[in-house]
């Protein structure tokens, strides 16, 4: 009499037998917070995982057809194609990136230069101006002490008469 068969799980010796689980047994729905309609992000960050996992797979299925004797020079070629592809997507980005240095580098040079200009005519205009008010104060001296000359010594004296007082003030206090 042959052997009975053994299921993996079952045990043929008891009259339970223990139900397989059914892989094609629908998932129970989502909650309703959770589902697509109620949350767009959710449905579209979906979307775009499953566009990139079916377009790599379907990269992968054109590029790996093996052929009878070929798929070592198929899997060396797309895996050069590969890295053709990288090195140049890297060259790409260094293109990028310096341009974008060479470009913030231009954009503070002439901000750094436009500056300069501006202070630089400040500095002409505040130069000019003290210039003016000296040159007005001089020639307002010059009017007082030729109409003035007696108030203009009795006024050089009170000042020095002030000043030596403020300074024998100030040297009793200090010490």
Not at 100 to 123: G, N, P, Y
Not at 144 to 153: H, I, L, N, S, T
């Amino acid at each position: 009499m042959p052997e009975p068969v053994s299921i993996p799980g079952q045990s043929l010796d008891t009259d339970e037998v223990t139900p397989r689980a059914n892989p094609r047994v629908v998932p129970p729905a989502l909650p309703e917070e959770a589902s697509p309609a109620s949350n767009p992000r959710l449905n579209q960050t979906a979307e775009t995982i499953g566009s990139a996992v079916g377009s790599t797979v379907r990269e992968v299925k054109t590029r790996l057809r093996v052929v009878k004797g070929g798929a070592q020079e198929s899997i060396s070629s797309t895996a050069e194609d590969w890295k053709q592809k990288a090195g140049d997507t890297v060259e790409q980005a260094k293109q990028r990136a310096s341009d974008a240095v060479q470009q913030a580098t231009s954009k503070a040079s002439e901000a750094l230069d436009a500056a300069r200009q501006r202070a630089s005519a400040a500095m002409d205009t505040a130069r000019a101006k003290a210039s003016e008010s000296m040159h007005a104060a001089r020639t307002r001296a010059a009017y007082y002490r030729e109409e003035y000359p007696v108030q203009v010594v009795m006024g050089a004296a009170a000042a020095g008469f002030v000043l030596g007082v403020a300074l024998r003030i100030w040297r009793s206090n200090r010490g």
